[in-house]
Every structure is written in C-alpha cells, then in structure tokens.
C-alpha cells in the first residue's frame, strides 16, 4: 500500500498544469502556519523530480523516515481537496453533490426549511440533467426530514416522496442492469475475445438476452437508452455483427444530439458513443460517413461547450488520432498518414500518464502499418520492436500475433537476411503457443514455417498458393476481422502482380465504394 501511494502521489504531482500548482500553494498557504508546513516542503521537492528518489527527500532532513508515510497521505488528501475546489474541474455532478452536502450541514444545524429548499432546487437540476441516484439520495433525506413532522406539510408530500422514491428505484435498478450487461460483455472480450465459432456465437447470445432487461426502448429516459444501445454494441462486437453494431452506435450518438446538453453532463460517453461509431464504419468499410462522423466529432470536442480536463483531453487525442488513421488505411493514403506521425508522438508524450500502455503500442502498430503501405519497412520494424520487445505489456493475444507476422514480412521486405531465419523461429514458436487460433493463423503458422526454405525463383508461386488459402475466409463471419489487423491478402496481392500495395488497397477501396450505394441504407 506505501509504494502504491508513492507511485500515485508522485504521479499525481506531476500532472498538475501551472494554474493547478499555483491554486494549490495558494490554498495550503491560507493558514499562515502551514506556510512552512512539511507537507508543502515535501510537495516542492516531489515538483522538481523527474523520478520518484525517496533518499533524496529524506537526505533534506524535514521529515524522517518513519513519518515520511504519513506526510504523503496528508499531502496527497490536501492536493485532491485543493483540486475539487477548482472550477475546470467542477461539473454538474459534483455541484450537485455539493448542494446536497451543503443541505445535509443545514439538516444538522436544525435548519430543516432552508435544507429542504436546497434539496427541493437540486432535485430539479438532477432530474433535468437525469442525475438519477444524486436525485434518489436527495429524495431520502427529505424522507428523513419530513418523517420528523418538523415542517408539518405532510398532507400530500407522503405520497408525493413515496412515489418519486419508487419511480427513481425503478429507473436506477434498470440502469443498474443494462450497465452491469456492458460491464460483463466488456470482460468477456477481454478475456475470450470475439465469436470465433457458431457454439460460441450461440453461448454469447444466450448469455446476452438472459440478462437483457424485457424493456420498451421509447418508454426509457436518457440514460438507460444510453446504456442499452452500449450493451447492445458490445453484444455487437462479440459475435462480429459489424452491421448491428453500426446501427447501435449511430443510435447511441442520436441520442446526444437529441439530448445536446447531456454532452457536459458525459463527455466521455459522448466520445466513446462516436469513437464506436467510427469503429464499426471502418469494420463495414464506410469512409464517406466516416468522415462526416469524425468531422461533426471534432468540431464539438473542439467547441468552448465542451468540457476541459486531463482525461478528456487525452480521451479526444487517442479517439482523433486513432480514428485518423484509420481513414488512412480505408482510402490506402499511407504517405498523408505519416505526415502527422510526429504530431501523434509529441501528444502521445504529454498523455503518458493518462493513456494506458495497451493503447500506446496499438498506435505504434497503427504508425508501423503506414511506414509498411509506403514501403518503407526499416521505420515499420522500428516501432514494430516497440510491441515485440515491450515484455510487460498486456495487449490482446490477436494483435500481438499480427505484429509478430508483420515483422517477420517487413524484415522479409526490407531484405534483413541476416535475421530473417530467428524472426521466423521466434514467430513460429509465439504462434504455437496462442489459444484458439483461427484458420488465418493456422495458414499463416505453415506458411513462416516453410518459408526459410523457399528459393527466390518458387516465392511467386507460393504467395499465390497462400493467397488462394486465405481468400476464401475473407467473408468468413469468424475469421474477417483478421484481415482488418493485417491486410495480408492485399500484400499477396502486390507481390503476385508486382504492384504497391497501396495501389492494390486504393482499387479495392473504389469498388468497395461502388457496391456501397446498393448494400446499406442511411439510418
């Protein structure tokens, strides 16, 4: 637990911006006692740390060790009270609660009519914002005073307290368990990952509608629609209904335009509802709905209405950049993308704290993709080594798989002989030891294993007997989402024709977009 406070304090100290530092020395140096206080003394030395050193804080002898624990957790307390003070951070949330704390230290003051005024004022802007259990905790405690016959208005207000309880009950239980069914599905991903079979295709719907609340879409407030269509998106994913999840997402980013000022009031549910959205028209390959998506997203993230904070700052980076990208790969404009991969790694610096590691190497894959569709295949192996040698890192089995295969073909392509035979070793024997492959990886697992063997003059015939393998479960419901990670079908294809790949990818791109016209219907 010590290192654990450790680690989070010094993390938090260091993502303090300038105005925060300052708000804080200015809110510990309102006591004109605590103006030496350790606590202020220990939070300069933590500011001028690149790394944590706990000898170099006891070397400045104000504290000892056996105290040092304590000091940390009294300054870690006082800078999170001195950030809860700060109007960026403050939402509609927390000043809801605030109203309802200040309401409480009325009750108990014996001020029972000024607190209920309070409660009576927030309660409205709860429902309005539908803050559902901040409103159901506000109708309890007028319970509780009421109950007291303190303000002797009891003629209709037990009914009318007893229905509201009952109603906002109703509402938090069904939210409840819409959330608890994302959350479940979320984990299942996690760990088993997508559908990779009809008997697990089966095991997951029968799972889903087990738990799927018996409920009428149109009769639910806005935020159990919220997390219906979340569900319901996730549920999407698992068995690989690119299409369902299409509609669910676009469903879900209807509701916030529906419900415009619900975007203060969830921010991060409004960016994952369109970066959802932006993922399944990559799946279904819809690039001019995917542009007008990712336009109309950044425009409000970039609005003054939006809401401005750490996390959501490092939230709007990664679903921009990420989905960015991916507009690259659909429309095979490899040499635009890596004209903002600088910009994308100086952000990705400023965001190290906020942005876990798994997302971290799903970008340098994403970067390494578009060095591989240039040609230019040492840069792709530079950042592909980032995820091959990062030995901590918990990123999904699938696409450290792809990773693997696409090393191993760019040092092919890149003519890095002198290696090539232990990349094939190594890919081979880290293929052997993934969980439930699917047939592409079954191919591409006899594939590396013959291809030390092969003479330059037999390669062209064996692409093509590799490229004949796997074609036919490109449409595979199961196995498609493979070609999505690594186009291999697309690099068979430029070699067996002689031609870039980003040429193949642009043609495929112009037909995909002629048959898009007849395929789907706007929603």
């Not at 901040?134 to 405690?141: G, K, N």
């Amino acid at each position: 637990m010590i290192n654990d406070l450790k680690e989070n304090l010094f993390v938090l100290v260091k993502s303090l911006s300038k105005s925060e530092k300052r708000q804080f020395k200015l809110y510990a140096g309102r006591v004109e006692a605590n103006q030496n206080a350790k606590f202020l003394q220990l939070f300069t030395v933590l500011d001028r740390m690149e790394i944590y050193n706990e000898k170099e804080i006891l070397k400045r002898k104000f504290v000892t060790k056996q105290q040092l624990s304590n000091l940390k957790a009294h300054l870690y307390r006082q800078l999170l009270i001195s950030l809860r003070m700060n109007p960026s951070i403050q939402n509609t949330r927390m000043q809801i609660r605030e109203q309802l704390d200040f309401a409480t230290v009325l009750y108990q003051k014996g001020l029972y009519k000024q607190s209920l005024k309070i409660l009576d004022k927030t309660k409205a802007v709860a429902a309005g914002y539908e803050e559902k259990y901040a409103a159901f905790e506000i109708v309890e405690l007028e319970k509780v005073i009421e109950s007291q016959y303190i303000t002797r208005s009891m003629s209709n207000r037990t009914e009318e307290l007893i229905q509201n309880a009952s109603q906002l009950s109703e509402q938090n239980e069904l939210c409840s368990q819409l959330s608890n069914l994302s959350l479940q599905l979320y984990e299942r991903l996690i760990k088993a990952g997508y559908a990779k079979s009809d008997d697990e295709f089966r095991v997951i719907t029968k799972f889903f509608f087990e738990r799927l609340p018996k409920v009428e879409y149109e009769q639910m407030g806005f935020r159990e629609r919220m997390w219906y269509c979340k569900a319901h998106v996730w549920y999407s994913l698992l068995t690989q209904d690119f299409l369902a999840g299409y509609k669910y997402a676009m469903r879900w980013v209807d509701l916030f335009d529906q419900y415009p000022q619900m975007i203060q009031i969830h921010p991060v549910f409004y960016l994952k509802a369109n970066n959802f959205l932006l993922e399944a028209l990559v799946l279904i390959k819809y690039p001019k709905k995917f542009k007008s998506v990712l336009r109309k997203m950044k425009d409000v993230v970039s609005s003054k209405s939006f809401p401005k904070n750490d996390n959501l700052r490092a939230l709007s980076f990664l679903y921009t950049y990420n989905n960015q990208l991916n507009l690259f790969f659909l429309e095979a404009d490899f040499k635009k993308g890596i004209n903002i991969v600088p910009s994308i790694l100086r952000e990705m610096e400023s965001f190290r704290i906020q942005i876990d590691p798994h997302h971290i190497m799903l970008l340098y894959y994403k970067i390494a993709c578009l060095y591989f569709g240039c040609e230019m295949y040492e840069e792709a192996i530079l950042y592909l080594n980032k995820i091959v040698h990062n030995k901590e890192l918990k990123m999904r089995e699938d696409l450290l798989c792809f990773t693997r295969v696409l090393n191993l073909v760019a040092h092919y392509e890149a003519g890095l002989d002198y290696h090539l035979d232990r990349h094939i070793r190594d890919t081979y024997k880290f293929l052997l030891k993934m969980d439930d492959l699917h047939e592409v990886q079954k191919s591409m697992i006899r594939f590396v294993r013959t291809l030390g063997n092969i003479y330059p003059s037999e390669l062209k015939e064996n692409f093509v007997k590799l490229h004949a393998e796997l074609k036919p479960y490109e449409d595979d419901p199961y196995e498609r989402r493979a070609f999505l990670y690594l186009d291999i079908l697309s690099w068979l294809e430029s070699k067996i024709e002689n031609k870039p790949i980003a040429e193949i990818i642009k043609n495929k791109a112009v037909l995909n977009q002629r048959s898009r016209k007849h395929s789907i219907s706007p929603l």
